[in-house]
């Protein structure tokens, strides 16, 4: 899994949504921590509190509710949000001394992993939710009204998404033109030092029915990009239209398929799980993205195997072959994490000797940390702090020079690009290569929505600069 990845994800999302019109609008805060899938899930929560009259505020003195979408993925995740509540709490007195309200909640894994106790060392949280059972809110939020504290991270026996209001169409215009869609959550694959499988539970893939509709929405609301989610997308699978058994490869040909949508992406993937037919998808698929983000963690295969990976470097790496085989133009990205319990130098150098091999576009990449619970906190030999701060240096020096030498083999030449917003300089525009690079271009270069020729004129530090073809 390796949804958690971007951490650039620390968003307030504001957006505004239907209020009853009679009685004034309650406000809700959302702040987003960690992977994209917690982005989806704060959109979603929003949309289902909408539906409970708030509208959704930036100004968190303003909210009526706060709510944080937590991350548990690595380090003091759980402490960060702590020290938040205690900044929260004061605000809460604040407005209590004013005679408002300030509601608390506590929502996604952080909230799952700690449950009751987080109520216990933050009395001033209100409730805390799951990531499986936030259609509830309006519920829970109800009962918490009537003086109750409610934790509520049961895994709930109904579908969530069969429970979760849809946003209004102009909510999803101002969303933008790219949009996550999970359609898969969960994962039973229990890598030693992963939590998710203990915060996420086990795999479940949403039916072709309900995705193919939220894509149709989504495409309905202008949006042009669409990036399928799942901590294992992969393990995605369902009963098709044609009551055969569907896998990713077949659910893309079938998103394709939607007037509107002309580009998909899927992240994050399990090596395991990339079968011929999502590697056909990758040879025959125009709309699908030449870029895959397919984690391998390390290139030792004594590590590996202590990480329960179950493949080996050569596997991954023959793997590659078969992707690239299908697709030529095809970018790599990864995730690595070094000083995992027992890794030695030379288990380093083989994971540095595996990139070198690859030559990945991107990739993330983390100092082990042990998570209370899982098998890999319980292995001996844990690898002091200083050895893996030194070789994340070295690693990450690696992949910079890897990801900067992509971005410069595409100056001069001719790429497709979505345009997604204003630049953040006046007379800019920002768009997407297909590779995920951001491209700054003249803002007169085309509207929001439109996919342009541009040819590369030069690169910035994580972007691409670009006139129209
Ligand atoms: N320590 C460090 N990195 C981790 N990841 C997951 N769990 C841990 C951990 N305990 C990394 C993996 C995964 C990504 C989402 O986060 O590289 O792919
Ligand atoms: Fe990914 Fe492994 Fe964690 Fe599952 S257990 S989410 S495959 S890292």
Redesign the pocket.
């Known amino acids: 899994?390796?949804?958690?990845?971007i951490e650039r994800n620390e968003t307030d999302s504001a957006s505004q949504s239907a209020a009853a019109a009679s009685a004034p609008a309650k406000k809700v805060f959302v702040k987003t921590y960690g992977?994209q899938m917690n982005v989806y899930d704060s959109q979603r929560m929003t949309d289902a509190l909408a539906a409970d009259g708030y509208t959704a505020t930036d100004v968190i003195a303003d909210a009526d509710l706060v709510l944080l979408n937590t991350c548990h993925?690595?380090e003091k995740a759980a402490e960060k949000v702590y020290s938040e509540l205690g900044r929260i709490r004061d605000m809460k007195a604040e407005r209590a001394a004013v005679g408002r309200e300030m509601l608390i909640g506590v929502a996604g894994c952080v909230a799952q992993a700690e449950g009751p106790e987080i109520i216990r060392r933050s009395p001033a949280v209100d409730l805390v939710i799951g990531p499986q059972t936030y259609h509830r809110l309006p519920d829970v939020l109800a009962r918490v009204r009537g003086g109750e504290k409610i934790v509520e991270t049961e895994y709930a026996i109904e579908d969530k998404f069969e429970h979760l209001p849809q946003p209004k169409r102009a909510e999803m215009i101002k969303r933008g033109v790219t949009a996550f869609l999970t359609v898969q959550e969960g994962c039973d694959k229990f890598c030693t030092?992963?939590?998710v499988p203990y915060t996420r539970g086990s795999e479940v893939s949403r039916p072709v029915a309900q995705i193919v509709a939220e894509a149709e929405r989504l495409a309905d609301a202008g949006v042009r990009e669409v990036t399928l989610l799942g901590q294992n997308v992969n393990a995605w699978h369902g009963k098709g239209e044609d009551s055969m058994e569907w896998g990713l490869g077949r659910l893309l040909f079938r998103l394709a398929e939607i007037p509107g949508l002309a580009r998909l992406r899927y992240t994050?993937s399990h090596p395991r799980d990339m079968n011929d037919e999502l590697i056909a998808a990758h040879r025959d698929l125009p709309a699908l993205m030449p870029y895959l983000h397919l984690?391998v963690?390390s290139g030792s295969d004594r590590i590996l195997k202590a990480m329960n990976r179950r493949h080996t470097a050569k596997d991954y790496l023959a793997l590659l072959e078969r992707i690239r085989a299908a697709r030529g133009d095809i970018a790599l990205s990864g995730?690595?994490?070094v000083g995992f319990p027992g890794e030695t130098d030379a288990d380093f150098e083989a994971t540095m000797d595996l990139v070198g091999q690859v030559n990945y576009a991107s990739a993330?990449s983390?100092?082990?940390?042990?998570?209370p619970g899982?098998p890999?906190a319980d292995m001996p030999d844990h690898v002091p702090e200083a050895v893996k701060d030194e070789r994340l240096q070295r690693l990450q020096a690696l992949l910079l020079k890897q990801q900067q030498d992509f971005g410069l083999g595409l100056v001069g030449s001719t790429i497709d690009t979505l345009i997604e917003k204003p630049g953040r300089q006046a007379g800019q525009k920002v768009g997407r290569s297909p590779w995920l690079q951001p491209v700054i271009v003249d803002e007169k270069a085309g509207e929001i929505g439109d996919i342009i020729r541009v040819r590369i004129t030069k690169t910035g530090y994580n972007s691409l600069f670009a006139e129209l073809a």
């Open positions: 899994m390796d949804l958690n990845t992977c993925i690595r030092f992963c939590v994050t984690p963690q995730d690595f994490i993330f983390f100092k082990y940390s042990p998570r899982t890999g």
